[in-house]
């Protein structure tokens, strides 16, 4: 049995939509239990030790450099009488091609200020200071049930006289 060309893209298009749907929807799903899980870890007061913007550059496809700008706060905490350092703020990414968005950050997050820091009570190396998720998790899932939609619309197409 030969398949044609037409049905063979269009089963290519279906795994591939298949593929980016799981993965969209996996790391989503991740990345809120990840951001609810912050909320019932435990605080102590910490101390911020570095509060800094590093930007990243890369040559864009049309030309010119590309700038994006992410907040580096590094902090020093202590748990049962053993000292830490971390410089995770969140559970999800706060880079951005905007500086003004990442210098947020470092105003908040001040060298030598004291700092809340939420650390996990069986972990206590892993630790933020702003517990809980991002809307932006919410938006990678919903790319992920977009391309379930297309996976369908795709697979419905097999029985298409045009695929063959």
């Not at 239990?33 to 800094?52: F, L």
């Not at 996990?120 to 939609?149: A, D, M, Q, R, T």
Request: aromatic share 12%; glycine share 10%; hydrophobic share 40%.
């Amino acid at each position: 049995m030969r398949i044609n060309s037409n049905k063979a893209a269009l089963y290519i298009g279906v795994i591939l939509c298949a593929f980016i749907a799981l993965s969209c929807c996996l790391l989503g799903v991740r990345q809120v239990i990840s951001g609810y899980e912050t909320h019932s870890w435990s605080s102590v007061e910490g101390e911020v030790i570095e509060s800094d913007i590093v930007t990243d550059s890369w040559h864009g496809q049309k030309g010119g450099n590309r700038m994006t700008y992410s907040p580096k706060v590094k902090y020093r905490y202590k748990v049962r009488g053993k000292v830490f350092e971390n410089d995770v703020i969140a559970n999800y990414a706060l880079g951005s091609k905007d500086q003004r968005d990442v210098q947020e950050y470092v105003s908040k997050y001040l060298t030598g200020q004291p700092v809340a820091v939420f650390y996990n009570p069986l972990s206590p190396s892993k630790s933020v200071l702003e517990p809980g998720g991002s809307l932006k998790s919410w938006g990678i899932i919903l790319v992920g049930i977009v391309f379930l939609g297309f996976m369908s619309c795709l697979f419905s197409l097999r029985k298409n006289p045009v695929f063959g």
